[in-house]
């Protein structure tokens, strides 16, 4: 018998699914968005990055060798060694400005090669800068200074060094038109005087006999005096020697290397066992031009001084190229004295003599 009812579900089809011809069709859904690879290691401020922190890692690396190993650095082209002797101290700066870019781009190994660096410079330098007063009594003073040939004021100049209660002065482009100046201030505490050429020397004790030093045939600008000091004789060298130039061709310091070699035999002829050179060489004890006499002689200011020392220029010192070196008698103290009308500034020191 047929079954003649209506089919309730006619849209229901055996396998499921629903059909409606007439709907709109469901949209498509999205694909979920592929999630962000993991960065490498390397990547980022530590991929590209890492470029910056090689380069303040190498200029920490580079700068310390060239400190230490100075003596290694040629002097060609144009002196460059004898240059970067002269300023040697001054590469001490490198260290605070890598360290602090080091700190802002948080790179360890920059920081590490900077802190060597700092701690190669103090060993070079820190001794020297807090170094101190030797433990002798002193019985001598002596004050040198160059200055200056256009100096406006000599007098006030000569007052200046005798703050320091000096018992010897050596001064250097001493001019005939300025000499009666200084006279006038220094022949009232310091009776003994010699002048040969544009230095001269002044003293408390005896000057027994005086000579120049023939250290360049056109060049009057050193002499030799023999002092009776304190506790016997002492032969006082007083010289100024040539400057030295930065220009095109470098740093041009043949004419003075030439005078150092002439005037370190003369220090080697010396036969009396305490010498004092006084005077404004052109140079840093570090240059390697200077090393003929700093072989043989005595830095009071590496020995005893402390601070760097510096005395030229005066406005702005960034070198000490004024110098007391010695032989004989024990330094205990050296120092700078305060700027005159000079365009150095004078530099004293104390003896044991």
């Known amino acids: 018998m047929t079954d003649l009812r209506e ?53 920490a690396v580079v700068t310390g060798l060239v400190m230490v190993c100075h003596p290694l650095v040629p002097d060609w082209p144009g002196n460059a060694g004898s240059l970067l002797e002269t300023v040697l101290p001054w590469t001490g700066l490198a260290v605070p400005v890598l360290l602090l870019a080091a700190l802002i781009r948080r790179s360890v190994p920059a920081v590490v090669a900077t802190l060597l660096l700092g701690a190669a410079w103090s060993a070079m330098f820190a001794s020297p800068y807090f170094g101190g007063r030797g433990d002798a009594e002193p019985n001598l003073t002596v004050v040198t200074h160059n200055v200056d040939a256009a100096n406006p004021d000599p007098a006030g100049t000569a007052r200046t060094l005798l703050a320091a209660s000096p018992d010897l002065v050596a001064l250097e482009e001493v001019t005939d038109e300025a000499l009666p100046a200084y006279r006038k201030v220094l022949d009232r505490r310091l009776t003994h005087r010699v002048r040969i050429g544009t230095v001269a020397l002044w003293s408390r004790y005896p000057i027994t006999e005086s000579r120049r030093v023939t250290i360049d045939p056109g060049w009057s600008r050193s002499l030799r005096a023999l002092v009776r000091g304190p506790n016997g004789p002492l032969a006082v060298y007083v010289v100024h020697l040539p400057s030295d130039r930065v220009g095109a061709s470098g740093f041009a310091v043949a004419r003075r290397n030439e005078t150092i070699t002439a005037l370190d035999r003369a220090v080697d002829q010396e036969r009396e066992k305490k010498v004092l050179l006084l005077g404004d060489l052109n140079g ?32 702005f010192p960034v070198a000490r190229i ?32």
């Open 284 to 315: 840093a004890t570090a240059d390697r031009g200077l090393a003929p006499l700093t072989s043989r002689l005595t830095s009071v200011k590496d020995r005893v001084g402390t601070g760097f020392g510096f005395s030229w220029p005066a406005a």
């Open 322 to 353: 004024d110098h007391i070196l010695t032989r004989g008698v024990t330094p205990t103290d050296a120092w700078t004295l305060p700027a005159t009308a000079s365009d150095h500034r004078p530099i004293a020191a104390a003896f044991k003599a």
């Open 7 to 59: 089919d309730p579900y006619p849209d229901v089809y055996v396998g499921g699914g629903f059909s409606d011809p007439a709907g709109t069709p469901l949209p498509e859904p999205e694909p979920e968005p592929e999630p962000e690879p993991e960065p490498e290691p390397g990547a980022g401020r530590h991929g590209p990055g890492r470029a910056g922190d090689r380069i303040l890692s190498s200029a």
